[in-house]
Nanobody, 119 residues
Framework: QVHLVESGGGLVQAGGSLKLSCAVSGSIFSINAMGWYRQTPGKQRELVAAITRNGIKNYAASVKDRFTISRDNAKNTMSLQMNSLLPEDTAVYYC?????????????WGQGTQVTVSS
């Protein structure tokens, strides 16, 4: 019903910035919470940031004040602006959406985009 496609990943230097985007299609009206997760080999998937349909945001402590999540409901997009990147931020980043306003949206997933931060 809902399709999510991430873009914007790549290789950046520590201290640099990168912006990820998520394009949403399908039954968009049914989406409430959205968010970004990341995962590295051998580790569990981690919620990075989440946002409700009306713009209420929350962040993982490790990225607060460095990352900014936003959404444009008119354009059916969601973004994650990542500043002051650290090597520890290296991961595959996934866009996610949920029918409910959950702390951990997990009903729909994008394919993932690789972010690599060099030291």
């Amino acid at each position: 019903q809902v399709h999510l496609v991430e873009s914007g990943g790549g290789l950046v230097q520590a201290g640099g910035s990168l912006k990820l985007s998520c394009a949403v299609s399908g039954s968009i009206f049914s989406i409430n919470a959205m968010g970004w997760y990341r995962q590295t080999p051998g580790k569990q998937r981690e919620l990075v940031a989440a946002i409700t349909r009306n713009g209420i945001k929350n962040y993982a402590a490790s990225v607060k004040d460095r990352f900014t999540i936003s959404r444009d409901n008119a354009k059916n997009t969601m973004s994650l602006q990542m500043n002051s990147l650290l090597p520890e931020d290296t991961a595959v980043y996934y866009c996610a959406a949920d029918h409910r306003n959950e702390l951990y949206p997990d009903d729909y997933w994008g394919q993932g985009t690789q972010v690599t931060v060099s030291s």
